[in-house]
């Protein structure tokens, strides 16, 4: 069992930046494909990043260029650095843990709320 933790959601205006965080309850980096996922009011939940354990990132087309997927071995945390953020940003983030093998789990946090004004 995996416990996923975000944090560092928040309200801010169009044009700024956040930092969302997700501590994982022990080190899983090597075997899970770790995730950013979104979910807005109405709209369906929306892929944003995942993250490897070969360390390469994907990004949905949506958030190219302006967010960063990063992870910390040590801390057993991952983040996603949100720059020039814009109000369809808004939306519910959750972090997601699939593991790499066939029939593998998939573990989420509890999600985190960026609101980000015009």
């Known amino acids: 069992q995996v416990q996923l933790v975000e944090s560092g959601g928040g309200l801010v205006q169009a044009g700024e930046s956040l930092r969302l965080s997700c501590a994982a309850s022990?080190?899983?980096?090597?075997?899970?494909?770790m995730g950013w996922y979104r979910q807005a009011p109405g709209k369906q939940r929306e892929l944003v990043a995942t993250i490897t354990p070969g360390w390469n990132t994907n990004y949905a087309d949506s958030v190219k260029g302006r967010f960063t997927a990063s992870r910390d071995n040590a801390k057993n945390t991952i983040d996603l650095e949100m720059n020039s953020l814009k109000p369809e940003d808004t939306a519910v983030y959750y972090c997601?843990?699939?593991?790499?093998?066939?029939?593998?789990?998939?573990?989420w946090g509890q999600g985190t709320q960026v609101t980000v004004s015009s």
């Open positions: 997601t843990a699939r593991g790499v093998w066939s029939g593998s789990p998939e573990y």
């Open positions: 022990r080190n899983i980096f090597s075997s899970y494909v």
